[in-house]
């Protein structure tokens, strides 16, 4: 029983266009929600994060959208940058703190 | 900069070897997670450390798997006897959680340790 999903297992965006990355989660008791990028042969770094108390953090090119109702997140990136190439993950958590992850998402941008 | 440290950043071993995989986390941390990231699947919650103490390793196959805290400085998981089938990436992270103020850091990964196991 998947707790978190990530449907599409990876995207492809023009540079410059926007990049929408998304994650459904079933449990209404998530409270902290969190995007991690990984590039190859690295561990995922700490991207940019949201609280159950707000819909929307912005942070540069980077913004997380949260729809606590549909119980569903997303990223955007605007402009999207070659170097955003990477696999993006979402990963809510409890508040033990326990964070329960998505599969992620390859995005790639094409020149 | 302060970084989570994993070492051997890889390891190719035979079955039935002992893996142990060491993972130093950021000075002044209190939370310490393994996962391992298989190439189908994403992060495996393997076992969970607070102030060095085992919070959840129900993650873990328990005949073969074994993660400690032997000091706050130090991280360890081992595999004895090592399968194929445990061939992944294991990383490593750390995390403040400060449960009075509720105030949790991100996580910070370690590179990880790359085990093949033939």
């Known amino acids: 029983d998947q707790q978190v999903k990530q449907n599409s297992p990876s995207l492809s965006v023009q540079e410059g266009r926007i990049s929408i990355l998304n994650c459904d989660y079933t449990n209404s008791m998530f409270d902290y929600f969190l995007w991690y990028k990984k590039y190859p042969a690295e561990g995922p770094t700490f991207l940019i994060s949201?609280?159950?108390i707000k819909d929307k953090n912005e942070d540069g090119r980077f913004t997380v959208f949260l729809n606590k109702s549909a119980k569903h997140l997303s990223l955007h990136i605007v402009p999207s940058q070659p170097g955003d190439s990477a696999v993006y993950f979402c990963a809510l958590t409890p508040p033990d703190y326990q964070l329960i992850w998505g599969a992620g998402t390859k995005l790639i941008i094409k020149p | 900069d302060a970084r989570v440290t994993q070492t051997p950043r890889h390891k190719v071993t035979e079955m039935g070897q002992e893996v142990t995989m060491r993972c130093q986390p950021i000075?002044?941390?209190?939370?310490v997670f393994w996962y391992r990231q298989t190439m189908m699947q994403g992060l495996e919650l393997l076992a969970y450390f607070r102030n060095r103490a085992p919070l959840d390793d129900s993650g873990m196959p328990k005949d073969r798997f074994s993660a400690e805290m032997p000091d706050a400085t130090l991280a360890t998981l081992k595999i004895q006897p090592s399968e194929p089938r445990d061939s992944a990436v294991y990383f490593c992270a750390s995390g403040l959680v400060l449960f009075e103020t509720g105030v949790n850091s991100p996580l910070h990964f370690g590179n990880g340790t790359r085990l093949t196991v033939t």
């Open positions: 949201i609280s159950s």
């Open positions: 000075l002044g941390h209190n939370t």
